[in-house]
């Protein structure tokens, strides 16, 4: 059952994106060579506590942390550490919060230093893609219409949409339905409703789709070794067209 959201619970969820969006952008501007990635999430957990909200991440299935940070050849779910970023790198920064009972969760891939050319160009499309998919986020369309959206961009531009993993919808659960996978058919699937809210997150490869687990149970990478990038934002959908809840307004 996909459960809809009242104006006002929209706006309880606001309130968490604002945090996450907030966090992201903390831990963006702390993203610099030479930073181990435990202290992005230690910095992360500090801020979310400091406004009287949780981290959604840390204890969900007995995830250690509040961030995921994965580099490079990571996909997703990447566990901070003793590791330091270093010049080059791409790092995908996911973030979830609970505040007052209401989750939000948003992910985005940023730059170490200075990057390739073809990093640059992988995150800008990925980064495209999302907002292509938010884009057609609104009542009267389907599912299908928003995995389509990112899929086709994403291929046209000589990439690979990951299979394994998918968005969800988000309330007072981290994960509601539906799944949201970031392939399929154009007007396929349920009918997109006023009220819904959706975490969108697009996972894109430079190489192949394919993915594996590492030996930690949680770190996803490519099984080519190429890059990979990760945006993601929460997403209500509403009369008046997509409403991105996870952003500072
Ligand atoms: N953004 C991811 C998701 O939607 C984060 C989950 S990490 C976990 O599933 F640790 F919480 F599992
Ligand atoms: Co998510």
Not at 45 to 74: H, N, W
Not at 83 to 91: A, D, H, P, T
């Amino acid at each position: 059952m996909i459960v809809v959201k009242t104006p006002e619970q929209i706006d309880r969820m606001r309130r968490a994106g604002n945090l996450v969006a907030q966090t992201l952008d903390l831990v963006e501007q702390a993203a610099l060579p030479g930073t181990k990635t435990a202290t992005l999430d230690a910095l992360a957990e500090e801020f979310i506590r400091s406004q009287g909200a949780e981290p959604a991440f840390k204890g969900y299935m007995d995830y250690p942390a509040t961030l995921c940070v994965s580099i490079d050849d990571e996909v997703v779910h990447g566990i901070p550490g003793e590791r330091r970023l270093k010049e080059g790198q791409i790092v995908s920064i996911d973030v979830g919060v609970r505040d007052g009972g209401w989750y939000a969760d948003a992910a985005r891939t940023v730059r170490v230093g200075a990057v390739s050319p073809a990093a640059i160009r992988l995150l800008t499309v990925t980064q495209e893609a999302l907002r292509r998919g938010i884009e057609v986020a609104r009542p009267g369309n389907r599912l299908g219409d928003i995995s389509a959206a990112v899929q086709t961009y994403a291929e046209e531009n000589g990439y690979s949409v990951v299979r394994e993993l998918v968005g969800h919808g988000i309330g007072q659960k981290m994960h509601e339905e539906p799944q949201i996978p970031n392939f399929g058919r154009p007007r396929s699937g349920p009918e997109l409703k006023r009220g819904m809210v959706l975490a969108i997150e697009p996972m894109v490869n430079a190489g192949r789709a394919e993915v594996r687990f590492d030996a930690d149970k949680w770190t996803v990478r490519t099984v080519d070794g190429s890059l990979s990038a990760h945006f993601e934002h929460t997403v209500a959908i509403t009369d008046a067209g997509p409403d991105i809840l996870t952003q500072v307004d």
